[in-house]
């Protein structure tokens, strides 16, 4: 079984495809940017044999054969692989004649949630909204498999210089200004006056020193956000606020609390900034969980902590 993976970014959406890994057979090729390179090299207890192309180098692959391609990125720049390889199967998204962007049948309950959605791209959020299944879960089942709790695959580290209890990721990118909780000041001051040793997590050259720096403390609190998705395949308890993005897509592994705004409705999927989305999930209930994620080491069963308008 040949197998091509073609997952640029962002870099979270890298890391949560990892658990494909785990029941993909044979040789695995994946094209994916080179800043996430590193994460995807020296993995252990791989069942497959991996190679990780830069997207750069992808002539490498040029007239290649596979069984399959799996295709998760939904531009036309990207699909333009597929036209210099050989694959039997295709799964995911593909340039029309048309230079319209469409998707194979098998992959409609991902895709049909995605800016390349044949609904439209209202409808396809609406859909998002509402939809239960994790990402895993959606791409497992096109592909004919079965998710069962499969983890993240992530490479070892050397140990960061970065060490406490907390570690608070408190920005957000410029596409998601939304995501970023306006209280991570006062957090990490109430954590501390208890006792607590907390960090910030801060900018580093390379993504394996951000996970290094991630694998150093016993809890981690973020935005959704790539930290939230390194905590996870560390098994390091994480608390998660969900200001503008689908919780339900991210599975818990049964180590991930999740903070749910009581306006996701309003602001669900806007790209734009309104104060009140940064502030609706209160700070007491934020404390709370990290404190419990913090001090047991662990947050047990999976908890959805929806708070009232």
Known sequence: ?????????????VVRTTPLLRQLK???VWLTASRNKPLLEGLEGLPVTLEVVNWEDRSNVRGRSFDLLIQLEDDAETAAIQKAVRATRLFGAYERETGVM???SDSRRWFDLSLISEFGRTKADELKLRN???YQELIFEGLGLKFSGEEYFLPPTVESELAGDVAIAPEAGAVWPMKKWAHFGWLKAELERRGLKVNYLPTRPTLLEHLADVRGHRCVVSGDSLPMHLALGSRIPCVALFNCTSPWEIHDYGILTRLVSPLLDEFFYKRGFDARATTAIEQDEVLSAVLHSAETGTNGASRDCVLPA
């Open 1 to 13: 079984m040949k197998t091509l993976i073609v997952k640029l970014g962002a870099t979270g959406d």
């Open 26 to 28: 044979g040789e695995v």
């Open 102 to 104: 469409s998707y194979t």
């Open 132 to 134: 239960r299944s994790t």
